[in-house]
């Protein structure tokens, strides 16, 4: 009997630390979404003022190859989302916990923008660098920011006796 009770005390405790721990990651995905789509909405405010910049490839017929930095923004957004998630920036183990979290959202970014420079430079795509210098540490710095802003958070409701598992 004893035993049967401590097996379902312990199911449910596993129950209440996942329903924590997605809780939590999913403040830290909204948070994530609005630091990145912030940090490029910043850059591209800065470096290209609020009107429409068109980039073709150098090795393209410009009638054929337009998009905006408004579009090239939304894909990077989406991109540096998607890496964050590859590099398991909010997985669910390593969450408020440690640096693990830290150094995961410095390399998915690093590694994004270490892609995008190569892609770019096969492409021979004309891209504004100080749109992408602007963006990176803005990002990062304010992903390390957030994330510590929730670390803040998570302890103050640890100590008072929550999400502890």
Known sequence: MTETLDRAQAVNAQAKARTWKHFYARRLFITDLAVIATAFFISQLLWLDSGVVELASSNSDPR???ITYTTVSV???VLWMLFLDLFAARDHKNIGAGTTEYKRIADATIRLFGVLAIVAFITKADLGRGYFLTA???GVFFL???RWMWR???RRKQADGLYTS
């Open 75 to 77: 894909v990077l957004v």
């Open 136 to 138: 990176l540490p803005l």
């Open 64 to 66: 054929w190859f337009r």
């Open 144 to 146: 390390l920011l957030g």
């Open 152 to 154: 803040q958070w998570l």
